[in-house]
């Protein structure tokens, strides 16, 4: 026998892929879908995390659930951490080198369209080489909107740029889309990374969201492929 929760769940699934419930608008309120659904307020409660925890809604304090696209927003992703986080745990320390660090008035049209800009906007650009072991095996480029990061230094980029976001810019940092492709090293990852004897590298591109479901980086973390494996997707807990 299936759980009302799942029932509810099943039925506002399928109201968001058919498009009767459009990407970007508001569920209903616990109360209203209490109502609606002829049920409890716990019950209401578990499908609106099963919609979170399955990439289907975010849940934003003071307004509500928010639609997520699924077009661009596929699968949940069960764990965002930042490098300095994972690399807290290593036994081997790594080393950051920072190689660029410059704010670009005028992104490209690819930078553009993968951060949803308007013609006005400025971005960071972080390029950041990973260390491990004395060998240099990820490229980690980041561009930040700075419509939200006004300012942001070197040394904190050798350290943790999420860090700051979190504690000092007071950014609530929330939900990412992840896609992982296999490409040829580029010139820049050649340059930037020991690539001898390799002739594929491994891609994550990360879209991360804030809060209130905004679009506020993009990130291409380039790993060499004997040094990757891939884990899990995971949601940033606070």
């Not at 699934?13 to 459009?22: A, D, H, Y």
């Not at 699968?75 to 080393?95: N, T």
């Not at 080198?97 to 006005?120: F, H, R, T, W």
């Amino acid at each position: 026998m299936t759980n009302k929760y799942q029932i509810i769940f099943n039925t506002i699934v399928g109201q968001i892929k058919n498009g009767e419930i459009p990407p970007n608008s508001l569920l209903p309120s616990e109360n209203e879908l209490k109502d609606q659904y002829d049920t409890s307020r716990e019950t209401i409660r578990k499908a609106l995390n099963l919609l979170a925890q399955n990439g289907y809604i975010q849940k934003v304090r003071g307004k509500g659930s928010i639609v997520i696209d699924i077009n661009k927003f596929d699968f949940p992703v069960s764990g965002l951490v930042s490098f300095k986080e994972l690399a807290d745990k290593m036994e081997k320390k790594p080393r950051t080198i920072v190689n660029e660090l410059s704010l670009i008035i005028k992104p490209d049209a690819y930078i553009k369209q993968q951060l949803q800009l308007s013609g006005k906007d400025q971005v960071w650009k972080i390029v950041r080489t990973r260390e491990i072991g004395g060998q240099k095996i990820i490229l980690d480029k980041d561009y930040l909107s700075a419509k939200f990061v006004p300012s942001i230094t070197e040394e904190i980029c050798e350290n943790s740029i999420y860090a700051y976001l979190e504690n000092d810019l007071n950014l609530k940092i929330s939900f990412a889309k992840k896609e992982i492709v296999v490409e040829e090293p580029t010139a820049e990852d050649r340059a930037f990374l020991d690539l001898d004897g390799f002739h594929n590298i491994v891609v994550i591109k990360n879209y991360v969201y804030l809060e209130d479901a905004t679009l506020f980086q993009y990130t291409e973390s380039r790993h060499r492929p004997d040094k990757f494996r891939f884990v899990d997707f995971a949601r940033r807990t606070h």
